[in-house]
């Protein structure tokens, strides 16, 4: 596995831009959890203050605060000891997350399906047309966001704010492994497949079959990813983020 400076060198990451004093604490707390979700930081990496602070343009005060904030998240790890270290959910955590989530985003669909408006399905097809640049243009964060996105919408969609939280919550601790389980192209392609059947099963008004695509592009994320979870304890190193 590529660590941090790798991943910077190479350029496979956002640009680590300086941030602007106004609205500090989000755009911090923002800019380390895209840091996760691309790679740039990896599961079990050992939090450097100093290079983040000077990576971010801040003093160690907002940064500090902004890890509280990814710590009550479940992203990274605290040890009043060792520091602070980027959190690794083990198999089990893995498994059975990715099966609660396709149940929520399943059930999200049902909704979004009687609930959405022209606007935000107008919405979701511009973001989804997005995506398929990106896909052409080989830009895995830019097809990823737009992807994220989509998603994200459908779950608005549904107007459900006990379901939206339960989403946003358990949503953040995956987006690392959601990332990574496109950067295979067959799993693009599929993607974007099931993708253009969402929007089809939003236009008709099909909740149940929109239940369904969903639930199965989350299980097949599941396995993709416990896929190479499992390669990379067998061969360390294997998964390249």
């Given at each position: 596995?590529q660590?941090f400076?790798?991943?910077?060198?190479?350029?496979t990451a956002?640009?680590?831009?300086?941030?602007?004093?106004?609205r500090?604490h989000?755009?911090?707390?923002e800019?380390l959890?895209?840091?996760?979700?691309?790679?740039?930081?990896?599961?079990?990496?050992k939090l450097n203050?100093?290079e983040?602070?000077?990576?971010?343009?801040?003093?160690?005060t907002?940064l500090?605060?902004?890890?509280?904030v990814?710590?009550?998240?479940g992203?990274?790890?605290?040890?009043?000891n060792?520091?602070?270290?980027?959190?690794?959910m083990?198999?089990l955590?893995?498994?059975e997350?990715?099966?609660?989530?396709?149940?929520?985003?399943?059930?999200?669909g049902?909704?979004?399906?009687?609930?959405i408006t022209a606007?935000?399905?107008?919405?979701?097809?511009?973001?989804?047309?997005?995506?398929?640049v990106?896909?052409?243009?080989?830009?895995?964060?830019?097809?990823?966001?737009r992807?994220?996105?989509?998603?994200?919408?459908i779950?608005?969609?549904?107007?459900n704010?006990?379901?939206?939280q339960v989403?946003?919550s358990?949503?953040r601790?995956?987006?690392?492994l959601?990332?990574?389980?496109?950067q295979q192209a067959?799993?693009?392609?599929?993607?974007?497949?099931?993708?253009?059947?969402?929007?089809?099963?939003?236009?008709?008004?099909?909740?149940?079959?929109?239940?369904?695509?969903?639930?199965?592009?989350l299980?097949e994320?599941?396995d993709?990813?416990?896929?190479?979870?499992?390669?990379?304890?067998?061969h360390?190193?294997?998964?390249r983020?």
């Amino acid at each position: 596995m590529q660590n941090f400076e790798e991943v910077a060198e190479q350029g496979t990451a956002r640009p680590m831009l300086k941030v602007e004093r106004q609205r500090l604490h989000d755009v911090v707390v923002e800019h380390l959890r895209s840091f996760i979700t691309e790679g740039v930081l990896a599961p079990g990496k050992k939090l450097n203050e100093r290079e983040l602070c000077e990576t971010l343009g801040i003093s160690r005060t907002p940064l500090r605060e902004a890890l509280k904030v990814l710590a009550v998240e479940g992203l990274i790890e605290i040890n009043p000891n060792r520091g602070a270290t980027v959190a690794r959910m083990s198999e089990l955590e893995i498994r059975e997350t990715f099966e609660l989530m396709s149940g929520i985003e399943a059930f999200a669909g049902e909704l979004a399906c009687e609930r959405i408006t022209a606007e935000e399905l107008d919405e979701i097809k511009a973001l989804h047309y997005a995506m398929v640049v990106s896909k052409n243009q080989n830009d895995l964060p830019g097809y990823y966001q737009r992807n994220r996105a989509i998603h994200d919408l459908i779950n608005q969609a549904a107007r459900n704010t006990a379901l939206r939280q339960v989403y946003l919550s358990l949503n953040r601790r995956i987006q690392a492994l959601r990332f990574l389980s496109n950067q295979q192209a067959p799993k693009w392609e599929r993607a974007l497949h099931d993708h253009e059947e969402m929007i089809d099963a939003l236009e008709t008004r099909d909740g149940k079959r929109l239940s369904s695509i969903l639930r199965h592009h989350l299980l097949e994320k599941r396995d993709a990813i416990m896929l190479m979870v499992r390669d990379d304890a067998e061969h360390p190193g294997s998964i390249r983020r």
